[in-house]
């Protein structure tokens, strides 16, 4: 038997160090990149629905935010010039669908001004709302 300690033997060791810098690094990367993904997104409290349906033809985006701001696709609309901006693009498309978007604490009378406007139009228009889960 051979009991003597062996003095040039190779320990097996790995460092992780540099792993571990990749790693914040690619989180850091992936963090910055999804919140840059989106900046013209309107933070909406929507009202739950538990029959929830996807629209799929020609739609544009109505919102009315919390503190009564009008906004089509993004942009912010004066509810006056509401009618002649939905108008033009009814003109790009035949069949329209406005998906309007409402935070829920807006007062009801403001929504039916803008369903007011779509029903002279003869435009259909859907209200979005969220998943029951959520």
Do not use: W
């Not at 540099?18 to 690619?26: G, P, R, V």
């Amino acid at each position: 038997m051979n009991l003597r300690k062996r003095h040039g033997r190779i320990s097996a060791e790995i460092h992780t160090s540099a792993m571990n810098d990749i790693m914040f690094f690619l989180l850091l990367f992936f963090l910055i990149a999804s919140a840059i993904t989106n900046p013209n997104v309107i933070k909406l409290l929507l009202p739950k629905s538990s029959s929830g349906q996807s629209v799929s033809k020609k739609t544009i985006s109505v919102t009315i935010s919390q503190d009564l701001v009008y906004t089509v696709n993004n942009k912010p609309v004066k509810i006056e010039d509401m009618q002649q901006t939905l108008l033009g693009y009814k003109n790009l498309a035949a069949e329209l669908t406005i998906v309007l978007s409402v935070d829920r604490t807006v007062a009801i009378q403001n929504v039916v001004e803008i369903m007011d406007i779509a029903q002279k139009m003869n435009i259909k228009l859907v209200l979005a709302t969220e998943p029951k889960g959520k």
